[in-house]
């Protein structure tokens, strides 16, 4: 098999813009697409080297998963060791379990399915999981599993009609992601099913399927084309992007222009630049090590990454990719170094560590004992089974997988007949959920508070088929039949601000205040509550506060949103609440009280956070008196704002 520079340069620019996208770099924005190109790029070198071996009847299965296990395996167990040792020295319990079961995942080359298992609204932050990136891994090793057998199959079989297999193949897979992506985008993004045209479009380039092109300009344009597809994904995509899917043809018809034209135009002799060969020759190792490094980064540090930060931690990635590249996969791929024997003891031994390893991180329920106590406690606090119940979730707070024949009418909207005490209904997704058993728990003698919230779906069109349907069930049947006299409508606003754009948004929020407004009701509107970069108790736990400290934490920005809210409230004549008015000054608010951390996660509140929250919505509506207990007064609150903490 003929060596292409151009393909070490293509692998350059992939992990380039994987790690830049990764280190928060402005412009990389959709940066995950290198992915995508990686994918092409094995499809087309592994389904080549087959199809050479077969042509020239010396094919061996057993030869083809040694290379395999000689490219993947010395440099992937080197880094689940190291990640093992630095990682238990910092991570909370809750995050090692998952470091555990993420490390027996990628020995198994299952880390994919593992991540979508895990995958959710109240999964813990990709910033907790040092092995995230194996996922693709994951998808590349089952690929490698099956799809020799496959072409064995069809070369011995159908050789005449061989790359039609393929096609169909393709384009099966294709059409399986398109066709689930809009009620599966997790299953999508991380199952190989779904994934496999991505490698399968660089198999079609590495059979005899499409003619080569001999003109020189039409060469020149795919190549260029292929490279200008690749960057205007990396530049153009965003976290709000539908993909993969058919978004995933932008970065992956542009991996495969490349490969198929570029050798001797100018893309291809730019790719075959020395830096970028020498790049992409250590691009595995880089694309190992740049995460757990960034995430050891991240997670030391409450804040975003400075710039400063994002690039030392990108220095240290190619610097220990180097020494990988050197000192861990060269060795190994040298048969004379390395036989074939001793290659399978050092790689079974290597499993059954990692195994052993990853078993008793999840045994020992995260390895407590490494921490403080008070470190402990906090980190106990992470444990979101503690919180669904309060939430209700399941019952009146829908779960994922539940519609509109799951909401019981009756239990979740009967009011007493007691006229002296006033009825709110709580609608919206979690982020209302969560204001539930503050206002419930607050005052029984003068409210009563129902529910109407499921998880991720916001109190307005969004164009997700199961949220649309219980929202236009909630308006148009259980709202005007329940006893409600006010509705407080709450969600986390945040994406969709972002993803809508301020017009298109404020004007979904007025539709659907409007429309309770028609109903009769009163309307409370809760602007976007204080969310955080981290969750609050691992935020304390690292920095190991003591109990009884009030704590002033930095959090996201959220004036551009709640601006609008504010805006849209007016108009529809609703009162509008500003969480951040009451929490918070400038980008610091609370994380915590005398009582405990507010939230458990990024966002979500604790018991003690709904009651602070509860209090204020029930102050504002100038209904309940405050009694004493769980806020600082004014001059209280303004003292730990300004000195950042407790």
């Known amino acids: 098999m003929k060596y292409r520079s151009d393909i070490d340069g293509l692998r350059a620019v992939a992990v380039l813009i994987?790690?830049?996208?990764?280190?928060?770099?402005?412009?990389?924005?959709?940066?995950?697409?290198?992915?995508?190109?990686?994918?092409?790029?094995?499809?087309?070198?592994?389904?080549?080297?087959?199809?050479d071996e077969l042509e020239c009847?010396?094919?061996?299965?057993?030869?083809?998963?040694?290379?395999?296990?000689?490219?993947?395996?010395?440099?992937?167990?080197?880094?689940?060791?190291?990640?093992?040792?630095?990682?238990?020295?910092?991570?909370?319990?809750?995050?090692?379990?998952?470091?555990?079961?993420?490390?027996?995942?990628?020995?198994?080359?299952?880390?994919?399915i593992?991540?979508?298992?895990?995958?959710?609204?109240?999964?813990?932050?990709?910033?907790?999981?040092?092995?995230?990136?194996?996922?693709?891994?994951?998808?590349?090793?089952?690929?490698?599993?099956?799809?020799?057998?496959?072409?064995?199959?069809?070369?011995?079989?159908?050789?005449?009609?061989?790359?039609?297999?393929?096609?169909?193949?393709?384009?099966?897979?294709?059409?399986?992601?398109?066709?689930?992506?809009?009620?599966?985008?997790?299953?999508?993004?991380?199952?190989?099913?779904?994934?496999?045209?991505?490698?399968?479009?660089?198999?079609?380039?590495?059979?005899?399927?499409?003619?080569?092109?001999?003109n020189n300009h039409l060469r020149e344009l795919f190549a260029l084309l292929g490279l200008a597809l690749i960057l205007s994904a990396t530049f153009g995509f965003s976290k709000q992007t539908t993909f993969p899917g058919a978004g995933a043809l932008l970065p992956v018809l542009g991996a495969a222009f490349v490969i198929y034209a570029s050798p001797g135009t100018s893309a291809g002799r730019f790719l075959s630049g020395v830096w970028l060969v020498r790049l992409g020759r250590i691009s595995y190792s880089l694309y190992?090590?740049?995460?757990?490094?960034f995430v050891l980064a991240m997670y030391l540090n409450p804040e975003p990454l400075g710039l400063g930060a994002s690039f030392f931690a990108l220095f240290l990635s190619l610097v220990v990719a180097y020494i990988s590249w050197r000192w861990v996969e060269q060795p190994f791929r040298s048969v004379s170094r390395v036989s074939f024997g001793t290659l399978c003891k050092a790689s079974?031994?290597?499993?059954?560590?990692?195994?052993?390893?990853?078993?008793?991180?999840?045994?020992?329920?995260?390895?407590?004992?490494r921490l403080s106590e008070e470190a402990r406690?906090?980190?106990?606090?992470?444990?979101?089974?503690?919180?669904?119940?309060?939430?209700?979730?399941?019952g009146c707070f829908l779960d994922y997988g539940q519609g509109v024949a799951d909401y019981d009418v009756k239990?979740?909207?009967?009011?007493?007949?007691?006229?002296?005490?006033?009825?709110?209904?709580?609608?919206?997704?979690?982020?209302?959920?969560?204001?539930?058993?503050?206002?419930?728990?607050?005052?029984e003698t003068a409210y009563e508070v129902r529910q109407f919230t499921a998880t991720s779906c916001r109190p307005i069109v969004t164009g997700r088929q199961r949220c649309d349907e219980l929202h236009e069930r909630f308006l148009s049947e259980i709202l005007p039949n329940s006893g409600a006299q006010i509705v407080v409508v709450s969600a986390y606003w945040q994406p969709f601000y972002e993803r809508f754009g301020a017009k298109e948004f404020g004007k979904k929020v007025l539709d659907s205040l409007a429309r309770i407004g028609n109903s009769g009701k009163s309307v409370v509107?809760?602007?976007?509550?204080?969310?955080?970069?981290?969750?609050?108790?691992?935020?304390?736990?690292?920095?190991?506060?003591?109990?009884?400290?009030?704590?002033?934490?930095?959090?996201?920005?959220?004036?551009?949103?709640?601006?609008?809210?504010?805006?849209?409230?007016?108009?529809?004549g609703a009162l509008f609440i500003d969480p951040y008015e009451i929490a918070c000054k400038g980008d610091l608010c609370f994380g915590a009280l005398e009582e405990g951390p507010l939230h458990w996660d990024f966002g979500h509140m604790t018991l003690s956070g709904s009651l602070f929250y509860a209090d204020r919505v029930f102050r504002s509506l100038n209904r309940l008196q405050y009694q004493g207990g769980s806020s600082l007064n004014e001059s209280e609150r303004l003292k730990v704002l300004s000195r950042g903490g407790g």
């Open 348 to 369: 079974g031994v290597a499993v059954a560590v990692a195994l052993v390893l990853g078993g008793t991180g999840v045994l020992s329920e995260g390895l407590p004992s």
């Open 114 to 214: 593992l991540f979508w298992r895990e995958s959710g609204y109240f999964d813990v932050s990709a910033e907790t999981k040092p092995l995230l990136h194996t996922w693709s891994l994951g998808v590349e090793e089952q690929f490698y599993a099956f799809f020799p057998l496959l072409m064995c199959f069809l070369y011995r079989f159908y050789r005449h009609r061989f790359a039609t297999g393929i096609l169909v193949a393709t384009a099966a897979s294709f059409a399986l992601s398109i066709v689930f992506l809009p009620g599966h985008p997790d299953a999508v993004f991380y199952l190989l099913p779904y994934r496999a045209w991505e490698l399968l479009m660089g198999s079609l380039l590495a059979l005899p399927a499409f003619p080569s092109i001999r």
């Open 525 to 572: 509107l809760i602007g976007q509550t204080p969310t955080f970069y981290k969750p609050v108790p691992q935020i304390l736990a690292m920095r190991d506060y003591s109990n009884g400290h009030s704590v002033a934490l930095p959090a996201r920005n959220a004036a551009a949103v709640n601006a609008v809210l504010s805006d849209v409230s007016t108009r529809a």
């Open 377 to 394: 406690r906090y980190s106990a606090m992470l444990d979101k089974r503690l919180y669904f119940e309060i939430y209700d979730r399941g």
């Open 18 to 51: 994987v790690v830049l996208f990764h280190a928060g770099l402005t412009g990389f924005s959709g940066g995950f697409v290198g992915v995508d190109v990686f994918f092409v790029i094995s499809g087309f070198l592994i389904t080549r080297l087959i199809h």
């Open 57 to 112: 009847g010396r094919f061996s299965l057993a030869r083809f998963y040694e290379r395999r296990i000689r490219r993947i395996f010395p440099a992937l167990f080197a880094m689940l060791f190291i990640c093992w040792l630095v990682f238990s020295w910092i991570l909370l319990p809750e995050h090692f379990i998952s470091l555990g079961k993420s490390q027996i995942a990628a020995s198994l080359s299952v880390s994919n």
């Open 288 to 293: 190992l090590w740049h995460w757990p490094i």
């Open 411 to 443: 239990k979740c909207t009967s009011y007493s007949p007691d006229t002296t005490i006033t009825k709110i209904m709580l609608y919206g997704d979690s982020f209302a959920a969560h204001l539930f058993p503050g206002m419930k728990l607050l005052d």
